[in-house]
């Protein structure tokens, strides 16, 4: 049996984990759990209608979205973990209008996307009664994620798979059979490596004489208990501007995100932040002061950003594979990557030119 060492327990490396062929490999992932995007994460899954022109992200993020059936039937995820929950944008009405005429043109290449609706102002209050009335696009194909619930039980599941879970910061080096892994506790010769940690990526392969082209950008998100407790019926706002609403199960609901290039590694939860998101939701309550008097949790991790904002993942090496650089729409890509590195070990297949550049794009020998 071959081994593979997976270092990076995030969204990616833990669906990699799921999907390899346990019959063929023997499976050991690293996981230091410092900065991790995924366990930070609003959870929104709704691409559609964004207005970014890359198209090869777009198809990505497009058939990220469609691959969640599959996962949730797989991995067998339930609603405390998933749900297909809707999404609602609110926008000025012109910015609606151009918003339902790219969810129409866009639903014919993805029709999971789903019912597309122009709400008047009351129709979306009743949809998410948090909302003071005003006008919104609805796509009931929209859902959300919870981050962290699908790490722990996706960590469950691999484990019951036979893969070992080290909880410890790994360092690789090339050998001359095998790669070396180490961490803490552990020493591993691996016939192959996955690299799937996010910015960290960058210094792990500096040490195999890689340069990378990745930075880091903190995120932080607040969370909010509250008394709602029909919550888990309504959909996410997207809101116009910085901030978004999230409503999860049993009243918990997220108000997200940051996006600090300032920040960088930094992971301290700070008062700007809980004053840019509860301002930027303040407008679009029907009680404004909902949020500002609460002390919420903090959520803060790093999301990983390449210089054209698009992820890589593959093969660099017959033997050694990476992704990062999702940003900020990892968790709709994330769960999809994971399944397809898996088939790259499981099948050697791998055609993905129509989803990214070619991986030396942004990763480059240096000597
Ligand atoms: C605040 C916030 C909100 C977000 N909201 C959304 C959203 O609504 N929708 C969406 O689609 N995406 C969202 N994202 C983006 C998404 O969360 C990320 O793109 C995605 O989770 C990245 O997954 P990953 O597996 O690549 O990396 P990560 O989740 O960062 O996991 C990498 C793991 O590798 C570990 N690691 C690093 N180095 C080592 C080492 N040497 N040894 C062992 N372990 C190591 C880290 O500790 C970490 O646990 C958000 C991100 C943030 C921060």
Redesign the pocket.
């Given at each position: 049996m071959k081994k593979i060492a997976i270092?990076?327990?995030?969204?990616?490396?833990l669906t990699l984990a799921n999907y390899l062929d346990s019959t063929k490999f023997e499976i050991t992932l690293?996981?230091?759990?410092?900065?991790?995007?995924?366990g930070?994460?609003?959870?929104?899954?709704s691409p559609w209608l964004s207005k970014r022109r890359n198209k090869k992200w777009y198809q990505l993020a497009k058939d990220g979205a469609a691959f969640f059936p599959k996962l949730i039937q797989d991995l067998k995820l339930d609603e405390t973990i998933y749900s297909a929950c809707g999404t609602l944008l609110l926008r000025e009405q012109t910015g609606l209008l151009s918003l339902a005429e790219l969810a129409e043109t866009r639903k014919k290449e993805a029709p999971e996307i789903g019912d597309i609706q122009l709400l008047s102002a009351e129709q979306t209050q009743v949809y998410l009664p948090l909302l003071k009335p005003a006008p919104a696009l609805y796509v009931s194909g929209g859902g959300r994620l919870d981050?962290r619930a699908y790490l722990a039980h996706a960590t469950k599941q691999a484990e019951a798979h036979g893969v070992t879970i080290i909880r410890e910061?790994?360092?690789i080096q090339s050998g001359d059979t095998h790669w070396q892994v180490q961490s803490a506790t552990q020493h591993l010769e691996a016939d192959l490596i996955a690299v799937?940690?996010?910015p960290?990526v960058k210094p792990?392969l500096e040490k195999l004489a890689y340069q990378v082209d990745i930075r880091p950008q903190k995120?932080?998100?607040l969370a909010f208990d509250t008394p709602f407790k029909e919550s888990h019926h309504w959909p996410v706002a997207m809101l116009d501007g910085e901030a978004d609403l999230i409503p999860f199960m049993n009243g918990k609901i997220l108000l997200?995100?940051t996006h600090e290039n300032d920040g960088g590694w930094d992971l301290t939860p700070t008062k700007e932040a809980f004053t840019q998101l509860v301002s930027g939701t303040h407008h679009f309550l029907e009680n404004p002061e909902l949020f500002s008097k609460q002390t919420p949790n903090y959520?803060v991790?790093?999301?990983?950003y390449t210089s054209d904002f698009a992820p890589f993942f593959g093969p660099l090496e017959e033997t050694l594979v990476v992704?990062?650089g999702?940003?900020?729409?990892?968790?709709?890509t994330?769960p999809y990557i994971g399944y397809l590195l898996a088939n790259y070990f499981n099948e050697t297949t791998w055609q993905t030119e129509h989803y990214q550049k070619p991986i030396d794009t942004y990763i480059k020998k240096t000597c």
């Amino acid at each position: 049996m071959k081994k593979i060492a997976i270092i990076g327990g995030g969204i990616i490396g833990l669906t990699l984990a799921n999907y390899l062929d346990s019959t063929k490999f023997e499976i050991t992932l690293f996981d230091e759990g410092i900065g991790q995007a995924t366990g930070a994460s609003a959870g929104i899954i709704s691409p559609w209608l964004s207005k970014r022109r890359n198209k090869k992200w777009y198809q990505l993020a497009k058939d990220g979205a469609a691959f969640f059936p599959k996962l949730i039937q797989d991995l067998k995820l339930d609603e405390t973990i998933y749900s297909a929950c809707g999404t609602l944008l609110l926008r000025e009405q012109t910015g609606l209008l151009s918003l339902a005429e790219l969810a129409e043109t866009r639903k014919k290449e993805a029709p999971e996307i789903g019912d597309i609706q122009l709400l008047s102002a009351e129709q979306t209050q009743v949809y998410l009664p948090l909302l003071k009335p005003a006008p919104a696009l609805y796509v009931s194909g929209g859902g959300r994620l919870d981050g962290r619930a699908y790490l722990a039980h996706a960590t469950k599941q691999a484990e019951a798979h036979g893969v070992t879970i080290i909880r410890e910061k790994a360092i690789i080096q090339s050998g001359d059979t095998h790669w070396q892994v180490q961490s803490a506790t552990q020493h591993l010769e691996a016939d192959l490596i996955a690299v799937t940690a996010g910015p960290f990526v960058k210094p792990l392969l500096e040490k195999l004489a890689y340069q990378v082209d990745i930075r880091p950008q903190k995120g932080q998100l607040l969370a909010f208990d509250t008394p709602f407790k029909e919550s888990h019926h309504w959909p996410v706002a997207m809101l116009d501007g910085e901030a978004d609403l999230i409503p999860f199960m049993n009243g918990k609901i997220l108000l997200g995100a940051t996006h600090e290039n300032d920040g960088g590694w930094d992971l301290t939860p700070t008062k700007e932040a809980f004053t840019q998101l509860v301002s930027g939701t303040h407008h679009f309550l029907e009680n404004p002061e909902l949020f500002s008097k609460q002390t919420p949790n903090y959520f803060v991790g790093t999301r990983a950003y390449t210089s054209d904002f698009a992820p890589f993942f593959g093969p660099l090496e017959e033997t050694l594979v990476v992704a990062s650089g999702l940003g900020s729409s990892g968790l709709t890509t994330g769960p999809y990557i994971g399944y397809l590195l898996a088939n790259y070990f499981n099948e050697t297949t791998w055609q993905t030119e129509h989803y990214q550049k070619p991986i030396d794009t942004y990763i480059k020998k240096t000597c």
